[in-house]
């Protein structure tokens, strides 16, 4: 089963839906459909097995970046589905099509929200 991105007239994600695999029939169903090909297991640029949530032997399949969400950016030169962006201060990595946080995320096992006033990271305790 493939997913398919439709794009209003600046690039933005509008809709996505389910179409054939390319190799269900012959054509090109990027075409048919009008619609950019996505795949619901890529994440940062990385196909991930939807069975064990590892990385998948077939690299192949992972079709732009990042699956295809509504509100989501088109960008043709990086040929890669792009998040908006959460922050202002966060910066998109060109290797995965993500933002990044000008620090990064506490390894300790707790919870963090981030508070783009102090650029930081605030502990979540509720």
Same mark, same amino acid.
């Given at each position: 089963?493939?997913?398919?991105?439709?794009? #209003? @007239?600046?690039?933005? /994600?509008?809709? /996505?839906? /389910? &179409?054939?695999? @390319?190799? =269900? !029939?012959?054509? %090109?169903?990027?075409?048919?459909?009008?619609?950019?090909?996505?795949?619901?297991?890529?994440?940062? &640029? /990385?196909?991930?097995?939807? %069975?064990?949530?590892?990385?998948?032997? #077939?690299?192949?399949?992972?079709?732009?970046?990042?699956? !295809?969400?509504? &509100?989501?950016?088109?960008?043709?030169?990086? #040929? !890669? *589905?792009?998040?908006?962006?959460? *922050? +202002? $201060?966060?910066?998109? $990595? =060109?290797? $995965?099509?993500?933002? %990044?946080?000008?620090?990064?995320? +506490?390894?300790? &096992?707790?919870?963090?929200?981030? #508070?783009?006033?102090?650029?930081?990271?605030? @502990?979540?305790?509720?």
């Amino acid at each position: 089963m493939a997913h398919y991105a439709y794009l #209003d @007239e600046n690039n933005i /994600v509008t809709m /996505v839906i /389910v &179409g054939k695999n @390319e190799d =269900e !029939a012959p054509g %090109d169903w990027e075409i048919y459909y009008g619609a950019k090909r996505t795949s619901y297991n890529t994440r940062g &640029g /990385v196909y991930y097995t939807p %069975d064990t949530n590892e990385p998948g032997p #077939d690299q192949s399949k992972a079709y732009r970046k990042n699956y !295809a969400g509504i &509100g989501y950016t088109y960008d043709a030169t990086r #040929d !890669a *589905f792009i998040p908006p962006q959460p *922050f +202002p $201060s966060w910066v998109l $990595s =060109e290797q $995965s099509c993500l933002w %990044d946080a000008p620090v990064p995320y +506490p390894t300790d &096992g707790k919870r963090y929200s981030w #508070d783009e006033a102090t650029l930081s990271w605030i @502990e979540v305790t509720e």
